[in-house]
């Protein structure tokens, strides 16, 4: 992340000099000349999305870039270093988020401009690589025409040429270097082919920005001229530095951008008067002002397009019709779709097992090791049950992550996710979703927290948002053996009961999904209204991706997940083991103590004792002992505190425990409870638990776990959030604390309700 | 990670806004589409499969028409109708080699010259 640049020309109250000795930044005194030296150059890379972009720039980086954040937003920027041939400073690199244009309506699409010209406290760019797709040159040379408005040293990475090669055209790059006054290189990211002249042209450039600034290709006609200079009076000086070009352009964009509505932040507000108030002006006389300008652009380009490109028409278009016809067919596609979804669920639910299998006991081997060689103590035992269990807790997630974003990577790479929109809009839009919410969505059956970071192949805000408040109430695998405790203590194990033990799991799986689908349909008509229109979604041909920038993806969002949320999620491990084992020291009861000693002394005597009897007998008054401590911890003493607000959905206080327990995750509170009911841990997966679930009893006698009890709980388990690792990592996704709590207090007080429901109903209606 | 293929539309779900002047953001000014016995105009949502039309006007809230227009949906462009989405709702749209997708709803305001 870089701070404000020593040189930007367009940060505030630095309007001393500016980088590369520009010709609009004045005269540079010595100390400023000294900084530059010091200054790695930094240099943007930009342009539409799906032009290989960021393949590029993982290529020029070496596949190094660190992903760090653009200030205040969500969205993720990767910077990285870039070796120059005859530049003596490693220049530093940084990835413009995909953009079709520069005009923006809210602040994540103002990055492009503000990273682009520098404004505000971002640090202005020596050097722009602007990356065309060479095969859809006329709408990327829209963008290029914007920034070269702005003025900046622009150099042309036209990539994608093996394409146009392959079907036999050819770009000259001669011819739209003159036309467009800049450097041009044709470089294909995929095979890394041009790589080398690409390094110079930046060098050159570097070297001579003059030679990259031929300044504005299309200027506005006469008829908005007026209306431009008048706005190119309120563009602040630092952001213009003086140059009338660069205001008329930033004026221009205004003109473009600002909206009664907008959501822009750090505009000064004369800007925005005189773009709205000159703008109304314009279009009460003349007509709209977009047209004049979109189009006057447009019309420049197809004035110029014929000769960059020769050649027989695009061939790669019937390649992708022909998949299209089939990808996209009414039967065929929607059966490719379903059946390819399939693979990706059975990936994370069923492939992904034996890697968790894997680190689980990894690091219960850890934990063991350690316990055998540390003394005992308070250390030890946060060691082993908070730090190390908490770090396999985190590491436990990477197998699902790793699939599901391979997955993506190659739904993305290939283009293929831009057709799961187009096949599943209609689906998904009748609950206010967007199409490709199928995916995270799906991904939630098996685990919300690989499906939450999935919400980011959405691009607009609002969409993610939805998606991501809506994907932990699907039934994740976590609920599973809550759900099969719960069942069993209904319908006692045996073949006659198979049928409605799968009838009940599966009508839970079919209420988590209609809860999400409506909290989808409420929460999008209330919380995330206003936020408009439906997408338009850009289908671009289908393309191998390469192999590296498919683990690349994988790699990154894996160290993201673990240094971001894992961190969270291991103090909050250290948290729950410190609310489930403190306060120590308390003794056992009295009569356990007795017993024990007993056991003991029995032991001790030796002779004619059943050593076996006598072994079950001590484990099970460890166990005893294990239930004690735990009802006197913290936990404990809580789970009893919230006993009144959970008594009207028919939970105990114990219950009240293995909720608390289960926030750590939701399958712990099989073995909170058997812990609660004074059984060993390991007791959670036999049938003893079933047992003992089903003998306890309320102070009057009557059986606790009621078939009515159980739904209630299920209910509550499907609906509440009970997961700190999915709170920890929508706050890495949403960079705010805002909305986990959001998420927490909503699916907390929707679980109640509807547990409240069940259970009051189902007692009014003489249900037990 | 590659950048997802949608452009963000953030039209404003209220109606464009009326000027001072009292003039409302209408559609995209017909350019060359008024001379006398001009050809009818029909919505680009009305052309089947695989049928061609020039683009007279944009209608519709004024970010969703700019996001058109920047895409190359300027008036006197050629639009080809490629498919329309299975169970129905999107069409999808050839404009200058590229391919776009547009729900019906929003289709409705791209008036057409049919070619």
């Known amino acids: 992340m870089s701070g404000p640049s020593i040189t930007g020309c367009g940060s505030p109250g630095s309007a001393s000099s500016g980088a590369s000795g520009s010709k609009d930044c004045g005269a540079a005194n010595g100390l400023v000349q000294i900084e530059i030296r010091e200054r790695a150059p930094l240099v943007a ?62 602040v994540e699409e103002q990055i492009a401009l503000w990273s682009i010209c520098g404004l505000g406290a971002y640090e202005r760019p020596d050097v722009v690589v602007l990356v065309l797709d060479g095969t859809q040159l006329e709408r990327n040379v829209y963008l290029a025409l914007q920034v070269l408005e702005l003025d900046l040293p622009v150099v042309l990475a036209i990539n994608m040429v093996d394409e146009l090669g392959r079907d036999e055209r050819v770009l000259d790059t001669e011819r739209l270097r003159q036309d467009l006054g800049v450097p041009v290189v044709a470089v294909s990211a995929l095979r890394g082919a041009g790589l080398d002249e690409l390094r110079a042209a930046v060098a050159g450039v570097l070297e001579d920005p003059a030679s990259g600034r ?20 309120n563009v602040p000086e630092q952001w213009s530095n003086g140059d009338p070009d660069r205001a008329a352009a930033l004026a221009l964009w205004a003109l473009l951008s600002v909206d009664e509505d907008d959501e822009l932040e750090g505009l000064p507000p004369e800007l925005r008067r005189s773009a709205l108030d000159e703008r109304a002006a314009f279009e009460a006389v003349s007509g709209d002002f977009e047209p004049r ?54 990936s994370l639910f069923a492939w992904a097992d034996p890697a968790i299998g894997a680190i689980e006991g990894v690091f219960a081997h850890l934990g063991g090791w350690l316990e055998g060689v540390l003394p005992a103590g308070f250390l030890r035992d946060l060691l082993v049950e908070g730090i190390v269990a908490g770090v396999g807790g ?88 809550v759900y099969g405790l719960l069942i069993a203590a209904i319908y006692p194990i045996g073949d006659e009961n198979g049928f409605q033990q799968g009838l009940l799991m599966a009508a839970m799986y079919v209420f988590s999904t209609l809860m999400a689908l409506a909290c989808a349909a409420v929460l999008g008509r209330t919380l995330f209204k206003g936020v408009p229109v439906p997408p338009i979604i850009e289908m671009p041909p289908y393309r191998l991706p390469g192999p590296l920038g498919v683990l690349r993806v994988m790699w990154e969002r894996s160290l993201v997940f673990v240094r971001e949320a894992g961190t969270v999620i291991l103090a909050c491990t250290v948290g729950m083991w410190l609310l489930l084992s403190f306060p120590k020291g308390a003794e056992p009861s009295p009569e356990l103590r007795a017993a024990l000693e007993q056991v003991e002394a029995d032991a001790a005597s030796a002779d004619g004792v ?39 959905l028919g939970f105990d206080w114990k219950i009240g425990v293995g909720l608390l327990g289960a926030f750590a995750a939701r399958e712990v509170f099989v073995s909170t409870m058997a812990v609660v009911y004074g059984l060993d841990e390991e007791a959670a997966e036999t049938e003893t638990l079933r047992e003992r679930v089903r003998a306890q009893r309320r102070p009057d006698g009557t059986p606790l776990y009621t078939p009515l009890v159980c739904l209630s709980l ?19 996704e949403t960079r705010s604390y805002r909305w986990p709590v959001f998420m927490f207090s909503y699916m907390t007080a929707l679980a109640w309700i509807a547990s409240f429901v069940v259970f009051q109903g189902g007692q009014l209606i003489g249900l037990e | 990670m590659e950048s997802s293929s949608e452009i963000p539309s953030p039209t404003a779900s209220t109606p464009a806004p009326v000027t001072a002047a009292g003039s409302v953001a209408a559609p995209v000014a017909v350019s060359n589409a008024s001379s006398a016995g001009a050809p009818a105009t029909v919505p680009v949502s009305e052309l089947v499969s695989g049928a061609s039309g020039r683009l007279v006007g944009i209608g519709g809230a004024r970010a969703f028409r700019r996001r058109l227009m920047e895409l190359g949906l300027v008036p006197g462009t050629l639009v080809r109708v490629v498919r329309r989405a299975p169970m ?28």
Request: net charge positive.
């Open chain 1, 45 to 106: 890379v930009a342009g539409n999305p799906n032009t290989g972009k960021t393949t590029l720039f993982n290529r020029l980086t070496g596949h190094r870039a660190k992903v760090g954040n653009y200030p205040g937003v969500t969205v993720e920027r990767l910077e990285g270093r870039l070796q120059l041939p005859g530049v003596a400073r490693t220049a530093r690199i940084v990835d413009v988020p995909g953009t079709y244009s520069l005009a923006a309506r809210g």
């Open chain 1, 214 to 233: 031929p300044g504005a290709r299309w200027r506005p006609g006469d008829d908005v001229r007026g209306t431009v200079e008048s706005v190119a009076r």
């Open chain 1, 293 to 346: 300008v979109i189009g006057g652009r447009y019309a420049w380009i197809d004035a110029h397009a014929d000769g960059w490109v020769r050649g027989p028409r695009d061939s790669r278009r019937s390649m992708t019709d022909r998949v299209d016809a089939l990808l996209l067919h009414p039967v065929l596609g929607f059966t490719l779709f379903l059946a390819l979804m399939t693979v990706v669920f059975q």
């Open chain 1, 394 to 481: 985190v590491l436990v997630f990477l197998p699902q992550i790793l699939l599901l974003f391979l997955f993506v990577a190659l739904m993305e790479g290939t283009g293929y996710m831009a057709r799961v929109a187009f096949l599943m809009d209609r689906v998904m839009r009748a609950v206010g979703l967007h199409g490709r919410a199928f995916v995270p969505m799906l991904s939630g059956y098996a685990c919300a927290i690989p499906a939450v970071m999935a919400t980011r192949t959405m691009e607009r805000r609002r969409d993610r948002m939805l998606t991501m408040m809506v994907v932990p109430l699907m039934t994740c695998s976590a609920r599973l053996p």
């Open chain 1, 610 to 648: 059943d050593g076996a009897a006598l072994d079950a007998e001590r484990a099970r008054l460890e166990a005893l002992a294990n239930s004690e401590a735990l009802v006197g911890s913290y936990a404990g003493r809580l789970g009893r505190a919230i006993e009144p607000t959970i008594e009207p």
């Open chain 1, 714 to 732: 299920m209910v509550f388990f499907a609906l509440a959030c009970q997961c700190m690792s999915t709170l920890a990592v929508v706050k890495r």
């Open chain 2, 88 to 115: 129905g709702g999107i069409v999808e749209l050839e404009v200058r080699r590229c391919r776009i997708s547009l729900r019906l709803v929003e289709a409705r305001d791209l008036t057409v010259e049919p070619a």
